[in-house]
């Protein structure tokens, strides 16, 4: 049976491909959804996009995943919000499915305001620097350790 998966961007990965593309990669979040669905075909999974600029609607997409017993894990990049928002790590807690934080850099390698990251109180664990390859790793992390 297909294992369903959320995957959740935050504010400006709207914007990957041009955006700092030599840290971020020149890749847009559509080519990299499709890459990361490329990736998984092999496995029987169904993934669930979401991207928003807008704090609190991230908060309530997250909400609304509170309600759904359909999906096996959350997959989340909350980008800046990561460093800032107890928001979103407030409606992260209230998730019971696996949580795994996403980034496309290792942001600890980067500024010293990047090191602090709120949202990952709530994951189960965070793969960052592989660039798009984060994603499908996370969620194949999830799918091989949930099985
Ligand atoms: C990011 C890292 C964050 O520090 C930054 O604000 C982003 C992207 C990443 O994927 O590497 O927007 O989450």
């Known amino acids: 049976m297909k294992k369903n998966f959320f995957v959740i961007n935050g ?15 020149e890749d847009s979040l559509e080519q990299i959804i499709d890459y990361t669905t490329q990736r998984l075909l092999p496995h029987d999974v169904n993934c669930e996009w979401f991207q928003s600029n807008v704090e ?3 908060v309530s997409h997250i909400q609304s995943i509170v309600q759904r017993n ?30 795994v934080e996403v980034h496309l850099t290792n ?6 305001f990047r090191q602090r990251k709120l949202t990952a109180r709530a994951a189960v664990s965070i ?9 499908w ?8 350790l949930g099985s």
């Open 56 to 58: 609190g609607e991230l």
């Open 107 to 112: 942001t600890c390698q980067r500024d010293h």
């Open 70 to 99: 359909d999906l096996e894990a959350l997959i989340i990049n909350p980008a800046a919000y990561s460093h800032t928002s107890v928001a979103i790590l407030d409606a992260l807690l209230m998730v019971k499915i696996p949580i």
């Open 127 to 135: 793969i960052e620097g592989l660039g798009r390859d984060s994603y």
């Open 11 to 25: 504010p400006n990965l709207n914007m990957l491909g041009e955006r700092e593309p030599e840290l971020y990669g």
């Open 137 to 144: 790793i996370a969620i194949y992390s999830q799918l091989i």
